[in-house]
């Protein structure tokens, strides 16, 4: 039986729902760049968003005693009671959200609240505007909880952000939320407290529409403050936090993440996520106390670091003709304009679009990238500056030498 017959009848016997999934570019370039340096190529990879950096000695060393103290055995669907705590004070003090233990649920990662959210909201044919660019998860997750993604572009020129006015085209009668990151992945945009302001003037006309409001990037910002939608007294109750650990504490295989609402939907979303995966793993609660918790000091090295690479990223990419960047004021991305290249040639490949673009550098280059397609913004491509300052000076001079090939 060949390959292809073998492929054709796996279709058929699988559900329509997992057909109908794509698979997530940023895993499908990985494994890309893997097998390239399977081959012996030296593959600098930006295309993963993940810190480069060590989780803390102090998040590490609560970990180590929770195995110690014998914290081994099942937990709370929801996680351990003083955790929820610990993250609903951090949200009361840190984003003036007024939650309590009861509205948090600690799931396996921030996209696993996104998940449960989502398919307890949804019914088949519900409505969810996402803004775009957005995270390559956001409309697969919607396809499986049998809703419709209705993409709302952020313009280049506004630093891809949406305006109250595009918001307010998009609903329709079927719209039961919106779906929006800030610090955006993958662009690196913030939404002000004027313009979530602005946005939220716009659904309180719409009393039946929620707010998913994903923060997993809160803590790489830069700029001084941070706001969140939730915080405006008559958005509270229909927006939901969803918030992790991986980004901001360097703790991305730990696998915490967290989603704060309004108790009747934190217990829908216990009791789906009580079927699929019960709580996570408890060691990595225990070290995720710790991180909430502890020493910030480590956390906010990183975000200067973060923020030294974006400029060195910035100044690098002026070199490169035809690349039109911006000023992310978050997360560790930057999502330049490359259409310039498009209709090029090196006289054997001839770049049409974004995974176009993308396997040539990664083929003549070695760096890994993700197409910008997968973002819903195919003039675009996604560069992560979670690297080392002499990787990221390496995979753009890399970059600048392969592109000035296409004419």
């Keep these: 039986m060949s390959v292809e017959t073998t492929n054709t009848q796996a279709t058929q016997v699988l559900s329509d729902r997992i057909n109908r999934l794509a698979e997530s570019a940023t895993i499908a370039m990985a494994k890309k760049a893997r097998e390239l340096e399977a081959k ?46 610990a993250i609903a004070d951090k949200l009361n003090r840190d984003n003036q959200l007024n939650w309590k233990g009861e509205n948090i649920v600690v799931s ?32 697969e997750i919607i396809k499986v909880a049998e809703g419709k993604a209705v ?7 506004n630093n891809f952000k949406v305006t109250p006015e595009q918001l307010e085209a998009a609903i329709t009668p079927k719209t039961k939320a919106i779906l929006y990151s800030s610090p ?29 409001a994903d923060e997993i ?20 109750d229909r927006v939901v936090t969803v918030n992790g650990f991986s980004k901001g504490f360097a703790m991305t295989g730990w696998r915490v993440g ?19 995966t019960s709580a996570t793993c408890s060691i990595a609660q225990k070290a995720a106390y710790g991180a909430i918790t502890g020493d910030m000091a480590p956390t906010k090295e990183m975000a200067k670091a973060y923020l030294r690479r974006r400029d060195l990223v910035l100044e690098l990419m002026k070199d490169i003709e035809g690349f039109k960047t911006y000023l992310p004021e978050g997360a560790f991305y930057i999502f330049p304009d490359v259409s310039h ?31 910008g397609v997968a973002f819903g913004a ?30």
Excluded at 109 to 132: R, T, Y
Excluded at 151 to 157: A, L, P, Y
Excluded at 258 to 276: E, H, S, T, V
Excluded at 348 to 369: G, K, P, Q, R
């Design 341 to 371: 290249y498009y209709g090029k040639s090196d006289g054997t490949h001839t770049i049409e679009n974004s995974v176009d673009l993308c396997m040539y550098i990664l083929n003549e280059a070695h760096v890994s990238l993700v197409p």
């Design 108 to 139: 396996t990662g921030a996209k696993q609240s996104l998940a449960n959210v989502l398919m307890c909201l949804l019914n088949p044919g519900d409505e969810v505007i996402v803004f775009a660019p957005y995270w390559v998860t956001y409309s």
């Design 217 to 236: 990037y809160e803590y790489v910002i830069f700029q001084d403050e941070y706001h969140s939608m939730g915080a405006f007294e008559d958005m509270h």
């Design 151 to 157: 993409i709302v572009d952020g313009s280049f020129e």
């Design 40 to 85: 012996g190529h030296s593959v600098i990879k930006l295309n993963f968003g993940e810190p480069d950096f060590q989780t803390p000695d102090h998040i590490k060393a609560a970990a180590k005693q929770a195995i110690d103290d014998g914290y081994t055995f099942y937990t709370p669907v929801s996680g351990y009671p003083e955790l929820r705590q």
């Design 258 to 276: 967290y989603l704060a609402a309004p108790a009747w939907l934190a217990k829908a979303c216990d009791k789906l996520q009580g079927q699929f």
């Design 184 to 212: 955006s992945n993958p662009t690196g945009s913030v939404y002000t407290k004027d313009e979530l302001r602005a946005l939220a003037d716009v659904l309180v006309r719409h009393d039946d529409i929620f707010v998913v």
């Design 378 to 407: 195919d003039n675009c491509l996604r560069f992560s500056f979670a690297a080392a300052d002499e990787d990221l000076k390496t995979a753009i001079g890399r970059i600048k030498t392969v592109l000035e090939r296409l004419k």
